[in-house]
Nanobody, 114 residues
Framework: QVRLVESGGGLVQPGGSLRLSCAAS????????MSWFRQAPGKERELVAT????????QYAESVKGRFTVSRDNAKKTLSLQMNSLKAEDTAVYYC???????WGQGTQVTVSS
């Protein structure tokens, strides 16, 4: 079955960086568009970034444009999210997603605080 395992979250100071990873299994990773979502306490889950199956096209939420970069390694079946210039409002649980299957990982907590 589809399995997604996120890692790389943690506590970081404002202005810092983190790199999230999502290890995928149970499906042909290279055939599917992938996304990162996040959910902050008391808020709805929101789309952060999307990448096409080849990695040729990426899209970002306005709030993260210029700071976050989504990428993928189809050979390693891994999705990544490089997050720079982090702000307190980026604090959330970040989830990896396969839109086609509506499949989700367990999430990884990112906390931006001094």
């Amino acid at each position: 079955q589809v399995r997604l395992v996120e890692s790389g979250g943690g506590l970081v100071q404002p202005g810092g960086s983190l790199r999230l990873s999502c290890a995928a299994s149970g499906f042909t990773f290279s055939s599917y568009r992938m996304s990162w979502f996040r959910q902050a306490p008391g808020k709805e889950r929101e789309l952060v970034a999307t990448i096409t199956n080849t990695g040729g096209i990426t899209q970002y939420a306005e709030s993260v444009k210029g700071r976050f970069t989504v990428s993928r390694d189809n050979a390693k079946k891994t999705l990544s999210l490089q997050m720079n210039s982090l702000k307190a409002e980026d604090t959330a649980v970040y989830y990896c997603n396969v839109p086609t299957f509506n499949a989700w990982g367990q999430g990884t907590q990112v906390t931006v605080s001094s």
